[in-house]
Structures are given as C-alpha cells and as structure tokens.
C-alpha cells in the first residue's frame, strides 16, 4: 500500500536527522482538499538538502486535525558544501 510505504519512508527518514519546521500561520485553503481541510507550510531539512512543503489536514473525530497528505511542489535545493 502506498499509505504504508510513505509513512516507513517517512520514520526511515526522521531516524536519519530529517527536521520538519511546521508554519503555524497563517493556515490557509489547499487545492485538492475538501471543505473541512487546510494546509500548513513547512519546511524539511536533511543532508539532502532542504525544500518547501505544505501539509494539508483535515477535521476528524472529534473536531481532531488529522494529516490527510503533504503536498511537495518539487525538488529539493542542495545543500550547501
């Protein structure tokens, strides 16, 4: 399953010195999610490099934020040597 396979590439990659950053504000409409979802900026940082994300959740049970899926609009930069 896809689901299962970001989420072990995701604590695979946390494990390994990932850092995400979550903007707070200002929350804001995403294109893909529904009317009860909003999206949050970030940003990831790895040896990699470090690019921009937004994280989009949605209400759940319980008027509960839950991730619904992180929207990466492309590569990463380099990092610097």
């Not at 390994?16 to 990831?44: E, H, I, K, Y």
Request: net charge positive.
């Amino acid at each position: 399953m896809i689901r299962d396979k970001y989420v072990s590439d995701l604590k695979a990659a946390f494990a390994n010195g990932l850092v995400v950053a979550v903007r707070p504000r200002p929350l804001g409409p995403t294109p893909f999610g529904g009317q009860d979802s909003v999206g949050a900026g970030s940003t990831w940082k790895d040896a990699s490099g470090t690019r921009e994300a937004t994280i989009v959740m949605r209400r759940g049970a319980n008027d509960r934020w839950e991730w619904e899926y992180t929207q990466d609009p492309g590569p990463r930069a380099t990092a610097p040597p």
